[in-house]
């Protein structure tokens, strides 16, 4: 191989690799809004469930932390909270059978 069509091979690598980092770059900018915009459908979800049951026109967000404090505490929402959670697991899971 001679000089040149090494340094031409290297340009042509060159080249790639700068377009692969280019497309890297836009795949990460892609995962980061799509993983924004799950959040955000999550939060507004998840909001508008708590707001069917404490409205924020009748409660403060001092209000709201306190209520959500105070429930957190209680044993019997910590035991519910974690029974949802492995009941969610184990549907995740396929049936092995």
Known sequence: MTLQ???AEQEKAE???KIAKQNLRILKSDEKKLTRKERTHRLCNHGGLLEKYLPPDRFTDAQMEEILTTLFRWNDVIVLVND???RS????KPDTG
């Open 5 to 7: 069509e090494l340094q």
């Open 84 to 86: 949802v959670a492995k």
């Open 15 to 17: 080249r790639e690799l």
């Open 89 to 92: 697991k184990t549907a995740e």
